[in-house]
């Protein structure tokens, strides 16, 4: 890969993720303080992107594969999202607004595959060469936080705004890649099982492989507590800066995937996987007893565990998945895992974390965050007990340490 390339590979990455962390992580404080949205409302808004992540794969499996050139679709995908994103932003009814923001959705959400398969289509040695390129996404999601928060923008529309023209110049930019056309498929047929990975429901007939699939849904339900009321959560105690502070979490991230070969090496995958569903129920913890003012610190430790929540859970149950399906049927497994926690586990987190936050709404204003974080916490404490007690898992340490190189993707 030349040099040329991968300078504009990585300025792919920083982009595509700076549109999406400039909109997605304050959005739920200009919906409720500003435009007085319900929790539920919020909720069901943060959820757009799990229901795009459900539709988005007909549209890559049977499109984007098969007719255009993948800089193309991109170009025509971050335009397109930008109009549209902009428009959501002129929406002041509940109505109206989710409408446009899920047709935004499903222009943005293909494009985290398709620009991770134009990167890759480039390489010789996807391994080594794409993770220094993907970090840079995780720097433009915390670029566009430090920028949002230090504006002080976050109860504002703006936020979708700048991600509109973040997303116009990034569609014109993808115009600048690499030449992907696409790879001719003779006499394959999609379907909807190939699409959406269900040719890998087989691997449900090993009983530790369906107790990994029902503990990643269950978990993705209390997952979605913090990203769409995080923010909302941290300016209503008055925290300054709340967009740059969560960004903290970005910034864990990147350390904690440096070191996840040593914790492989000591742990091995069941215990990394209780590790990660431990680490949401003690973020929730610290979020629910940190609103004292003497306890702020706990707040910040919730924010940092960010990198050990993600990580340990995500990042190792994609391994874990990568390992114990059959060559032939990986691609469908991580399809498959991805509709189950990214799409379903995380739309009905969405509306259920609504609900929560709606129970706790108080008379004069704001929320009983105590009462609303004690919920998943409690909620990730279960699923861990259910997990620790019912999942076993035959890998052996050493080689979940050699499945993760030091070169693994940061997500």
């Not at 549109?19 to 739920?28: H, K």
């Not at 409302?41 to 757009?48: F, R, V």
């Not at 990580?311 to 998945?321: P, S």
């Not at 919920?375 to 997990?387: D, E, I, N, S, T």
């Amino acid at each position: 890969m030349t040099p040329s390339i991968r300078a504009r590979l990585s300025t792919l990455m920083f982009l595509q993720y700076f549109v999406w962390g400039a909109w997605y992580v304050t959005m739920g404080t200009w919906l409720g303080s500003t435009l007085h949205f319900s929790g539920e409302q919020i909720g069901l808004a943060a959820g757009t992107t799990a229901v795009a992540a459900i539709i988005s794969p007909f549209f890559v499996g049977m499109v984007a594969d098969r007719f255009m050139a993948t800089e193309k679709i991109l170009a025509l995908l971050h335009v397109a999202g930008g109009v549209v994103l902009f428009i959501a932003s002129t929406q002041t009814t509940f109505g109206p607004f989710y409408a446009v923001l899920l047709v935004y959705t499903l222009c943005y959400m293909p494009t985290l595959a398709l620009s991770n398969s134009l990167s890759f289509r480039q390489m010789a040695d996807p391994g080594r060469e794409f993770p220094p390129i993907r970090v840079l996404g995780t720097i433009g999601w915390i670029v566009a936080g430090l920028f949002i928060g230090t504006l002080g923008l976050e109860a504002t529309a703006r936020p979708l705004q700048i991600g509109a023209a973040g997303s116009i110049l990034l569609g014109v930019f993808c115009l600048a890649l690499p030449h992907t056309p696409p790879i001719p498929k003779a006499g394959e047929r999609a379907t909807v099982g190939s699409i959406l990975g269900l040719d890998a429901l087989k691997l449900l007939g090993e009983r530790s492989f369906a107790i990994f699939v029902a503990g990643s849904f269950l978990v993705c339900i209390p997952l979605q507590f913090y990203y769409a009321f995080a923010n909302l959560f941290l300016n209503e105690l008055n925290v300054s800066n709340a967009a740059s502070k969560m960004t903290l979490g970005q910034m864990s991230e990147i350390f904690f995937m440096l070191v996840m070969p040593w914790f492989f090496l000591r742990l091995g995958v069941k215990w990394m996987l209780l590790v990660g569903m431990a680490a949401w129920a003690t973020r929730y913890a610290f979020f629910a007893f940190g609103t004292h003012a003497d306890l702020v610190w706990m707040l910040y430790a919730g924010i940092l565990l960010h990198g050990v929540c993600y990580d340990f859970f995500f990042v190792t149950g994609q391994i874990y998945v990568d390992r114990k399906a059959p060559i032939d049927l990986r691609a469908a497994a991580q399809g498959f895992i991805a509709f189950v926690t990214l799409g379903v586990g995380m739309f009905i987190g969405s509306w259920a974390s609504g609900k929560v936050v709606d129970m706790f709404a108080l008379p004069s204003g704001g929320h009983d965050w105590h009462s609303i974080w004690l919920v998943p916490a409690a909620g990730a404490l279960v699923v861990l007990v259910l997990f620790a007690l019912f999942f076993r898992s035959e890998e052996e340490a050493p080689q979940a340490a050699a499945a993760l190189s030091p070169a693994a993707p940061v997500s």
